[in-house]
């Protein structure tokens, strides 16, 4: 069965604290790995693709990573407007699905 | 800079009511997508729709209509609400079905049901 696994569900850093986030999956053929923020009242917000072990994508303090059963979103130096809650999914085989995790709320805080 | 746009945002029904969510987008996307998010389980796909006049089922389908007569909009239908339904909606948009596709998401619709 496919599915996506995100941990923490909660992580609370102080500014200027790096730490990852997880997101574990198992599914039939992997098209695409997924990151998005979603903030509170909002919809998400796309940050990343990664489709091959061994990618890396970075955009101002994050970046992700990719390898075979899991992703990580690594966040350096946070600052309080990081705080959000960030979102794994991944494409099957079958383009039109994604399957979504939890997420992990994150909090910095000042 | 529209996008994907959701009505209504709030929504309080009574268990036995019906109501229908509006989705449209104005990007021009071929898929659609209608999720709930609940508490701790994520997003989960109720219904999706490949191309104007065409829908089909997702994860948790059941209790739910949908219905896509014009390509810009889908309509996400509760005949009969029940309290198990109450959660965050939210459409999403993708151009089209290739994979690395990413998702565009509406602000989502808060549903009450009593």
């Known amino acids: 069965e496919d599915q996506v696994t995100q941990s923490p569900e909660a992580l609370r850093l102080q500014e200027g604290e790096s730490s990852s986030l997880n997101c574990s999956y198992t599914v039939s053929g992997l098209r695409g790995l997924f990151w998005y923020r979603q903030d509170p009242g909002k919809g998400p917000e796309f940050l990343f693709t990664l489709y091959s072990a061994g990618e890396e994508k970075e955009k101002e303090r994050l970046k992700a990573t990719l390898t075979k059963k899991e992703s990580f979103l690594h966040i350096t130096a946070p600052k309080p407007e990081d705080s959000a809650t960030y979102l794994c999914?991944?494409?099957?085989?079958?383009?039109?699905?994604?399957?979504f995790g939890s997420g992990t709320k994150l909090n910095v805080k000042p | 800079n529209a996008g994907v746009t959701q009505t209504p945002k709030f929504r309080v029904l009574k268990t036995g009511q019906s109501m229908t969510l509006l989705c449209a987008q104005d990007m021009n996307h071929e898929y659609m997508y209608w999720y709930r998010q609940d508490p701790g389980m994520g997003l989960r796909l109720i219904h999706y729709?490949?191309?104007?006049?065409?829908?089909a089922k997702g994860e948790v389908p059941d209790g739910y209509n949908v219905s896509r007569l014009k390509k810009q909009n889908f309509l996400l239908g509760l005949e009969s609400a029940a309290p198990s339904q109450t959660s965050v909606y939210f459409c999403a948009s993708a151009k089209s079905g290739t994979a690395n596709e990413k998702l565009f998401f509406g602000s989502g619709t808060q549903l009450s049901v009593l």
């Open positions: 729709s490949v191309g104007e006049g065409t829908t």
């Open positions: 999914a991944v494409q099957a085989y079958n383009f039109n699905k994604f399957y």
